[in-house]
């Protein structure tokens, strides 16, 4: 057995060892279409501000943060529709490439270390959801998507462990693009379109050129 023989022995243990303990199925495809559907998400978010600001000449924010009668209950009430529509997409579009990844590569789908992600990402994104609740109801509406932000850039970070180490660097992205967006409560929405949109493409491109177009190098 010759070097090269040797190396490519020990890159073949080395997949093996990781599929055992990651979960190796996750799909750039999945991430440019969740980040699609953001984008599209943010530009109706923003339409519907704009028609509302336009019929009403009070903007949306400010409405929405003063939380009392049916103009607010209105207006927030299409935005949360707008949020889960987007929610509903991203999710959808995520696990098809997953499921479609994993059954091209003869893996399945939920397994320990699907688990295991799971569990580390809903930790952060469940306190996240709590903390989001409670801004919604003091009326600090220019803080949500900040905190969207933020909370979701820890779920990947904590989940980093168990999954395609690379989407550490997304969390690590997601959190600073938050931090940013605290200072910044009135340009909300660009923040989550930026964060939730481009990054999320940015990403998925990046994934799926390195992970699925070629052949994994790990």
């Known amino acids: 057995m010759n070097e090269q023989q040797h190396l490519?022995?020990?890159s073949d243990i080395k997949r093996i060892m990781e599929r055992s303990t990651r979960f190796m199925s996750?799909?750039?495809l999945g991430g440019i279409c969740a980040g699609i559907s953001a984008l599209a998400g943010a530009w109706f978010a923003q339409r519907i501000l704009a028609d509302y600001k336009a019929s009403t000449g009070r903007n949306g924010y400010d409405v929405v943060a003063g939380g009392a009668g049916s103009p607010a209950m209105e207006?927030?009430?299409?935005?949360?529709?707008?949020a889960g529509l987007v929610?509903?997409?991203?999710l959808a579009a995520g696990f098809y490439f997953t499921w479609r990844k994993a059954r091209r590569q003869g893996l399945p789908v939920w397994d320990a270390s699907a688990r295991?992600?799971?569990v580390n990402l809903a930790i952060p994104l469940f306190s996240g959801g709590?903390?989001?609740a409670g801004l919604l109801y003091n009326g600090l509406t220019g803080l949500v998507a900040p905190a969207c932000l933020v909370f979701y850039g820890l779920a990947l970070v904590n989940a980093s462990k168990y999954t395609i180490t690379d989407i550490r660097y997304l969390g690590l992205a997601e959190i600073a693009l938050g931090i940013l967006g605290l200072f910044n409560?009135?340009?909300?929405?660009?923040?989550?379109a930026l964060g939730f949109g481009v990054l999320h493409i940015i990403y998925g491109t990046l994934m799926w050129w390195r992970y699925e177009r070629l052949?994994?190098?790990r």
């Open 8 to 10: 490519d022995t020990l």
């Open 26 to 28: 996750l799909s750039g």
């Open 75 to 82: 207006l927030f009430a299409k935005l949360m529709l707008v």
């Open 87 to 90: 929610l509903v997409a991203a």
């Open 116 to 118: 295991k992600v799971f």
């Open 130 to 132: 709590l903390f989001i």
């Open 185 to 192: 409560p009135y340009n909300g929405l660009f923040f989550w």
């Open 215 to 217: 052949p994994a190098e």
